[in-house]
């Protein structure tokens, strides 16, 4: 299972830090990607980080303003966004699954997925 929270409201040029926490599994064993879909609009990759946190990727929308970063000892990842914009409004989730040594932003790499949370960029 993996829970997203930490989204809202925040003004253009703020910041907010995303976290997703897993159950059930393996945390250490699975590569966590980050996706983001606005309304109207189809789902989109941000960033993912593979199982040994090693060589993150980012989508050209994001680099860098958001960070993507894990904890294994707490299950969670979560994903650090600053100097927020207005495009970035979106219901934001995290997927997870077994990834050898890497990590994607396709959605056809991920089975599992949480329910999201909604980030507002707004003044």
């Known amino acids: 299972q993996l829970v997203e929270s930490g989204g ?11 976290s997703c926490v897993f159950s059930g599994f393996a945390f250490n064993s699975y590569a966590i990607g980050w996706f983001r879909q606005a309304a109207g609009a189809e789902r989109e990759g941000i960033a993912c980080i593979s199982r040994s946190g090693a060589s993150p990727i980012y989508a ?3 680099k860098g303003r958001f960070t ?18 207005p495009e970035d409004t979106s219901v934001y989730y995290c997927a997870a ?8 932003t396709r959605q056809d790499a991920y089975a599992n997925w949480g329910q999201g949370t909604q980030v507002t960029v707004s003044s």
């Open 68 to 85: 993507i970063s894990r904890d294994d000892a707490k299950n969670s990842v979560h994903l650090q966004m600053n100097d927020l914009k």
């Open 60 to 62: 050209d929308s994001v």
């Open 8 to 18: 809202g409201l925040v003004q253009p040029g703020g910041s907010l830090r995303l």
């Open 97 to 104: 699954d077994r990834l050898y040594n890497r990590c994607s």
